[in-house]
């Protein structure tokens, strides 16, 4: 069964460096999505991507987030100067065009130190 | 998007059915009602999608009655293996199903 793929599976940083979290969506999806998830929190939208940008985002989804679909096959989260607060697991997902689920990758855990 | 109430935690024990009821009083007429299951550090994983009636799939079936005010996810014959949270969510319909907005969820814990 065809899976959206993240790496790495864990990160560690430093405050104020910055990283990103690389993810391989199901190579025939159109949307592409991130998530982040707080531990013991909900779920909570970052952005959604569709055909080379950016179409919706999220109020967390500020200047100190960046996406990018450098290839055909890529889609990165790039988080500039991170702080404590950051620390979360990093979802992405994709889906088709209509279709009713999403899929998502198993996460990256962002710790910031 | 119309707000989501579902009950913060649920037990049950193996072999039985479990029903999670969810409250979506404010739902639009082109919304539809989408469940998420999660386990512990894992993405959020689609079970059922439905718009009203009931739908059934191989893992779990959804009962929405006329008014489309609630709804409720069944799970037949729960093992220890179905100990997740599970997420009632309300979609926009002609979007991109993708942009979901997450409650707190269900915990359900199936003891043996």
């Known amino acids: 069964e065809p899976e959206v793929t993240q790496t790495p599976s864990h990160q560690v940083t430093q405050m104020g460096q910055e990283v990103i979290l690389r993810c391989v969506p199901i190579?025939?999806?159109?949307?592409f999505y991130w998530y982040r998830q707080i531990l013991g929190q909900k779920v909570e939208f970052l952005v959604s991507?569709?055909?080379?940008?950016?179409?919706?985002k999220s109020e967390i989804f500020d200047d100190q987030f960046s996406v990018e679909r450098p290839d055909g096959s890529n889609f990165t989260l790039k988080i500039r100067s991170t702080k404590l607060e950051d620390s979360a697991m990093y979802f992405c997902?994709?889906?088709?065009?209509?279709?009713?689920?999403?899929?998502f990758g198993q996460g990256t855990r962002l710790t910031v130190v | 998007l119309a707000k989501t109430t579902q009950p913060i935690s649920m037990d049950s024990y193996e072999g039985q059915e479990v029903n999670i009821t969810c409250s979506h009083n404010n739902i639009a007429t082109n919304d539809y009602i989408t469940w998420y299951q999660q386990f512990p550090s894992q993405g959020p994983r689609f079970i059922i999608q439905?718009?009203?009636t009931k739908v059934t799939n191989e893992v779990a079936s959804l009962f929405i009655p006329a008014d489309r005010k609630s709804s409720t996810l069944s799970l037949p014959r729960v093992s220890l293996s179905d100990t997740a949270v599970y997420y009632c969510l309300v979609v926009a319909g002609g979007t991109s199903y993708g942009k979901l907005t997450f409650g707190q969820g269900t915990i359900l814990t199936v003891h043996p």
């Open positions: 190579s025939n999806h159109l949307y």
């Open positions: 997902a994709s889906n088709l065009q209509g279709a009713r689920e999403a899929f």
């Open positions: 991507f569709y055909n080379n940008e950016i179409s919706e």
């Open positions: 439905g718009y009203k």
